[in-house]
């Protein structure tokens, strides 16, 4: 049986590997089997600390095993799934298709990570964007290059710990089952990605890249399969529908080929970015962090008014020393994003500050029917576009400068490689948008004393949240409420919001199909 010990140590103990192993060889000695089990900074004090749990062992067993092995079986002769999206959730329905006894065939209309990396210097270097390869889409979909935080809130849908092992079997590092807030990076994530592909092929799946879905193939209500680029028809058993919040094209052949969606509520906003040291000041209650504090995160949210109705105000995807990227799918559109790199080492901390948008707030949308949210979406990217001269180059404020809605007449650096214009973004935001992220930046200030600075910017616009589109399924089975054999998966059929929840989702949607369509009990 395992015994759990809890501690509170300083940084310097706990965050440095031969310190900490020597606290723990004091306090229990040479003989006790232990393992670190959770490690959390609480920063809520003026003097930081951490807590660390520790699992103790008095009779030889794993104080925490690790359950998860890769798959041994092989599944080429067995009945086919066609999975459209090398995301997580994708990727992760793939696998668990292998588990059950399915052949998982997986179609993702960008490239692999290692060919998909030209195409986002591209975007960087040149302005040019790739619609089928760039931070969006290809191998690993959008978390891959966009910071691989594995955080979530909705421990509730499904086994977070394994999600992790499989991460961890996959060649993460094992501390993503110890921090409370893991995160892999976007140096190793594609290597960890990589490793997942060839497990999925080595068991006999497919992956077919450079593949775009162009239709679907629909009888009596029921799907048969996809056709493809080239022509081609892709059956199977059923179709998991995996695509990512972006991939505007499918919603509309959803739409054209009498598959139900709907409208659905998304955040719109910038991107602010800070100074580190200005973070960790804010966080950390002193000059300087030091040598063994990570730099710091935040979470920021507020209730604004506008013309009678209450929105939420609240920041997204923080990325401490980090980077902001051009997170753009096509060209004439301004879309930024955040990422950090595995040792987040930046100078710059960066997070979206963004702003609830409901259905009711769409209503100049409305003939727009399903893709209201969307269309608003979609014409906000573009005139940030127009306003910034019409390339990747996007519009930027200092942060004060944008509150009091006056142009900046010089620009901070920035993390983002395309370059700045600067811009007075009250020109091309919505007015609701604009004078509830003015109430939003100004509250932040009044609770974190020194982020209301004009040496933080703002650029836009961060409006890729999550999907502006719902596909409606069965709460029960997770099929679409009208096509058979068709199974709406993670973030762009909006029932996930990053990595973790969307791998558990892609898991749940093969289990369900399996379960229905093989009759093997998961």
Request: hydrophobic residues 35%; charged residues 25%.
């Amino acid at each position: 049986m395992t015994k759990i010990l809890r501690y509170r140590l300083k940084p310097e103990i706990a965050l440095d590997e031969a310190s900490f192993a020597a606290f723990v060889h004091a306090k229990l000695g040479d003989t006790a089997q232990w393992k670190l089990l959770k490690r959390s900074i609480d920063a809520r004090s003026k003097r930081v600390s951490v807590e660390v749990e520790i699992g103790l062992s008095e009779k030889g067993e794993n104080p925490r095993p690790f359950l998860y092995e890769k798959p041994t079986n092989h599944v080429a002769n067995k009945p086919e799934v066609v999975i459209i999206g090398a995301g997580p959730a994708g990727l992760f329905a793939a696998l668990r298709c292998i588990e059950l006894g399915a052949k998982p065939i997986v179609l993702e209309r960008g490239k692999d990570v290692q060919e998909r990396r030209r195409d986002l210097a591209a975007i960087n270097k040149e302005h040019k964007v790739n619609p089928d390869s760039n931070y969006c889409f290809g191998e690993g979909g959008a978390g891959t290059y966009s910071d691989g935080k594995l955080y979530t809130r909705s421990k509730k849908r499904g086994d977070v710990t394994r999600i992790l092992e499989i991460l961890v079997a996959h060649g993460s590092d094992e501390n993503i089952l110890v921090d409370t807030h893991p995160h892999i990076g976007t140096n190793k994530l594609p290597k960890v990605i990589a490793d997942m592909r060839e497990t999925i092929l080595s068991r006999g799946g497919k992956i077919h890249f450079n593949t775009r879905v162009e239709d679907f193939v629909i009888q009596n209500q029921e799907i048969k399969g996809v056709k493809i680029q080239d022509g081609s028809i892709v059956e199977g058993i059923g179709v998991i529908l995996a695509t990512g919040h972006s991939a505007r094209d499918i919603f509309r052949l959803l739409q054209k080929s009498g598959i139900k969606i709907e409208s659905k509520p998304f955040a719109l906003g910038l991107r602010v970015e800070h100074p580190q040291t200005i973070i960790d000041q804010i966080q950390y209650h002193c000059d300087s962090r030091g040598e063994f504090l990570p730099a710091a995160a935040y979470s920021l949210a507020t209730q604004t008014q506008f013309e009678g109705k209450q929105r939420g105000v609240f920041s997204f995807c923080m990325c401490p020393g980090g980077f902001i990227v051009p997170a753009a799918t096509a060209d004439g559109e301004i879309v930024v994003n955040g990422m950090s790199p595995s040792k987040r080492d930046s100078k710059f901390a960066n997070s979206g500050i963004v702003v609830a948008v409901e259905n009711e707030d769409l209503q100049a949308y409305e003939e727009e029917g399903d893709f209201k949210a969307l269309a608003f979406q979609a014409e906000v990217e573009q005139n940030a576009c127009l306003a910034a001269g019409g390339t990747q180059t996007a519009p930027a404020q200092r942060l004060v400068d944008f509150v009091k809605g006056r142009i900046s007449t010089n620009l901070p650096d920035c993390s983002y490689q395309p370059g700045l214009a600067s811009v007075n973004m009250k020109e091309f935001l919505p007015e609701s948008i604009y004078l509830r992220l003015v109430d939003g930046f100004k509250s932040f200030g009044r609770k974190s004393k020194g982020y209301y600075t004009n040496e933080a910017q703002v650029l836009g616009v961060e409006s890729r949240t999550s999907s502006p589109v719902h596909v409606p399924r069965n709460r029960e089975t997770l099929e679409h409420v009208e096509v058979k054999r068709l199974f709406p998966c993670g973030e762009g059929a909006g029932y996930a919001g990053g990595i973790m929840s969307a791998a558990i989702d892609g898991e749940k949607c093969a289990e369900k199909l399996i379960e229905a369509y093989l009759d093997i009990r998961c």
